[in-house]
């Protein structure tokens, strides 16, 4: 019995082979670079885990690697950028699944601001743009300052900017001209408040909130993330609040089965979402939840992948530590060329550990976003408030260092 993995997070591969495994079956990753999992695939035995090369932008290929492959029953896409795609190719082969059209609205940030706006879930609706159209009194009119200029289908935090003044306009319009967008430009209010992240399961509707990710960012005008945890121990009303919340905003654009991993601003007035991905969180989220829930959340992938009801939907869960962990950057753009002070990481409180997602050698030209991150730093401890103390001391230890072309 095979599930068909169609490319992947950058960690969790390993997570997910052992679920599959307990489950009695047998996983097949197709992605067009088997190097980009170098770090989960040393750690997983060849005989575990098929993998087969394709070049998974191209629907065609990608149609034919799957009929070729036998007794298919699930296709796992947890990428935003594959996320369509898995879900389309789903429905062509009758396999289980949330909705192609659910997760094609899901992917589209300015449709599901404008329909959280119409339902009464948002404060602010949103306008699409062309950069030639950008200008502050446009802004000021139609979102009101700051505003937030992105792109629709974005990931990774790119193509993502600050408008406060016109100073900061000069900069969109110069970077938004030159970028390649994988949707269209548009324009919506700035939340203000401090970032989260609601990690969800939904199966048939009913959605369960497993937690909240904290998300500490780089100061403005850009939206570079620096230090996640989980999970947040928010009072048990105002939990029990976010719960309720969540479940609308979910169930206002259709969500039924499926991890979502959205993210939203705690503004003065309430929770506000920024957006929805449908997909479990990626970086070391996932990871996190594994650990201080004390469960492999893959489990629960794999069963929605065969349409099956999941057993974390409603199972007591055992609970563990709270984790935090940092992307790493490094200061210029240029070479990876290492990253110094690794063997100073086991002195430290709460088992710091770097997981690489570069390798020495690749060329670094964005330090604003996911790209120019070369690797992360995990840590454990009682507490996700101890654990971004023990995480952020144990990444000050750590230099990346990048040389001249």
Known sequence: MTIVVLESLTFGLRRLVDAASELGERLCLLTQDPGFYHHELASIAEDRLDVVVVD?????????????????????????????????????????????????????????????????????????????????????????????????AGTGSRNVWLVRD?????????????????????AEPFLRGPVYSAETLTWRGHTRLLGVSSRLMSPPPKFVESV??????????????????????????????????????????????????????????????????????????????????????????????????????????GVFAEVSGLSQLGELPGAPEWLPTKQPGVLIEHLGDHRGCVGMVLAEAETAELAVHRVTAAAGTLRVRTSAL
């Not at 795609?85 to 599901?112: I, N, T």
């Not at 016109?166 to 548009?186: H, I, K, M, P, Q």
């Open 166 to 186: 016109s100073s900061d306009l000069s900069v969109v319009r110069a970077e938004a001209e030159a970028a390649t967008l994988s949707g269209t430009l548009f």
């Open 228 to 333: 996640t945890a989980f999970p947040v121990a928010f009072p048990q009303h105002q939990r029990a609040e976010l719960s309720a919340w969540i479940g609308q905003v979910l169930a206002a654009v259709g969500y039924t089965d499926r991890f979502a991993h959205v993210e939203f601003a705690m503004t003065a007035t309430g929770p506000e979402v920024i957006e929805i991905n449908p997909r479990i969180g990626g970086a070391q989220v996932a990871e996190s939840m594994c650990r201080a829930l004390g469960y492999n959340v893959y489990r629960a992938a794999v069963q929605l992948a065969l349409g099956e009801r999941p057993e974390l939907i409603g199972i007591e869960l055992p609970g563990g530590p709270a984790v935090a962990f940092t992307l790493s950057y490094p200061e210029e753009a």
């Open 56 to 152: 998974t932008f191209d629907r065609d290929a990608v149609h034919k690697a799957i009929a070729a492959l036998p007794g298919v029953r699930g296709l796992i896409s947890s990428t935003d950028t594959w996320a369509v795609a898995g879900a389309e190719l789903a429905e062509e082969f009758g396999l289980p699944g949330l909705a192609a059209e659910r997760v094609r609205l899901a992917r589209d940030k300015f449709a599901v601001r404008n329909l959280l706006w119409e339902k009464g879930l948002s404060s602010g609706r949103a306008e699409r743009v062309a950069v030639a159209e950008l200008d502050i009194e446009w802004l000021s009119r139609t979102t009101g300052l700051p505003a937030v200029v992105k792109d629709s």
